[in-house]
């Protein structure tokens, strides 16, 4: 089984350790393949970041399906072009923010995202309505570390972090923390140790999710919605995104 993890920024080092946090949550013998597209922003830090981010996560789809991928993970919490990403693979598309949300209601009846900048918050509420978790979801708090930060300062980033995870617990007594951002799975395990409560990286539970989607033989709708594109023309710097007959 090959699944494709595609972190949507470019960004190499960050590429590198949400790989190494996907293959320790699959099987011996899951094949994990961490990429970023060779198009796109940084870091992915707002709307317009998301926007020009999800041309570069089509592009990997889409090479994904010429090479036999089984499941894609998208390793974004804004989980940016997911839906376009389904109506081109066959497999499962798994966005981080999803698979957290899943697994975080798992562990407990409520759960708090804590996240990188304040700026992104509005998209995380968003995700939490359009995914049906705001009953579980109680709070959502933001650590004010820019992504890049997570790997330039990577102590001070865990200590700001920590310091709000521990704030949200004291106040909303949530279940389980959901980490807003893919550069923090290396810190999950360490966060976990010291809160006492499961911290919940969407890497780890999006790499888990789709390999057992995979293994269960459950794959994308192709009737409807996720139908492939409709064959079209697409002008000017996108034109090799044009989908045949």
Request: glycine share 10%; aromatic share 6%; hydrophobic share 45%.
């Amino acid at each position: 089984m090959k699944i494709k993890v595609i972190n949507p920024n470019t960004t190499l080092s960050m590429t590198r350790s949400i790989g190494e946090a996907a293959r320790a949550a699959v099987s011996e013998g899951t094949i994990i393949e961490a990429v970023s597209p060779s198009m796109g922003p940084v870091s992915i830090e707002g709307h317009y970041d998301e926007a020009l981010a999800s041309v570069g996560v089509i592009d990997e789809v889409r090479k994904g399906e010429a090479d036999g991928v089984d499941a894609y993970v998208l390793a974004c919490f804004g989980d940016p072009g997911l839906m376009a990403a389904r109506e081109l693979a066959t497999g499962p598309v798994i966005g981080i923010a999803q698979a957290a949300f899943h697994a975080a209601s798992f562990a407990g009846r409520s759960f708090a995202i804590v996240t990188t900048l304040g700026r992104t918050l509005g998209r995380a509420r968003d995700l939490v309505l359009e995914y049906g978790f705001e009953r579980q979801c109680v709070a959502y708090r933001a650590c004010e570390v820019p992504v890049l930060g997570l790997e330039s300062d990577e102590e001070g980033s865990y200590q700001a972090l920590e310091a709000e995870c521990l704030d949200v617990l004291d106040s909303t007594h949530a279940d389980a923390i959901v980490l807003g951002c893919a550069g923090m799975a290396k810190m999950c395990a360490r966060l976990s140790d010291r809160l006492g409560v499961p911290v919940v990286d969407g890497v780890a539970a999006g790499a888990a999710f789709a390999e057992s989607l995979v293994r269960i033989g459950v794959g994308t709708c192709k009737t409807g919605e996720f139908a492939a594109p409709l064959p079209k023309q697409v002008d000017g710097l996108l034109e090799s995104f044009s989908v045949s007959e």
